[in-house]
């Protein structure tokens, strides 16, 4: 199980301020699924907090949208006493490790799988006498290939091209 810090409670408290969006000409504003996020994590973390702890007066009596740093560390260090929502929050944190890993492998094998796919091309470019990294480097400035560079998924469209300049 993995261990929780303090500042891994922060970080989670710190989801009841809702996130700003900034638009240039207006300024600043909540939007209101934001807005309903935070109510959301404001409510979950009050059952959670005991009554009669500042923690729990200040979520609960709070009117404004936002919070200070102070009154989220307040918050945390109050959480950090409470053993099942450290143990909830540790298992959420490995939930979502586990599958940012799982998607980092995904992505791998994508970029693995097309690489190979696209050895064909790939050989079609030495067999022309001209170096992979040139190719390369015209593929990722060129706008219409550009997506090839990234995904390594390469086509004998772009070689072509490539060998005609």
């Not at 005991?50 to 404004?64: D, F, M, R, S, Y």
């Not at 936002?66 to 909830?88: G, P, R, T």
Request: charged content about 30%.
């Amino acid at each position: 199980m993995r261990t929780i810090t303090i500042k891994d409670i922060y970080n989670d408290v710190s989801y009841i301020n809702p996130s700003v969006s900034t638009i240039s000409s207006i300024g600043e504003f909540i939007e209101e699924s934001s807005r309903q996020v935070a109510l959301s994590v404001r409510s979950r973390i009050a059952k959670i907090l005991p009554q009669g702890t500042l923690a729990h007066k200040i979520v609960t009596e709070n009117l404004n949208d936002f919070f200070s740093d102070k009154q989220l560390w307040v918050i945390a260090y109050e959480l950090q006493k409470n053993e099942a929502y450290v143990s909830n929050l540790a298992n959420e944190i490995e939930r979502r490790e586990k599958v940012a890993e799982r998607k980092a492998q995904e992505s791998k094998a994508k970029l693995a799988r097309n690489k190979e796919n696209s050895q064909e091309v790939l050989d079609f470019v030495k067999s022309n006498k001209k170096l992979l990294k040139d190719y390369y480097a015209f593929v990722k400035s060129n706008k219409k290939y550009s997506k090839e560079f990234y995904s390594k998924r390469f086509t004998f469209e772009s070689a072509r091209e490539f060998l005609n300049c």
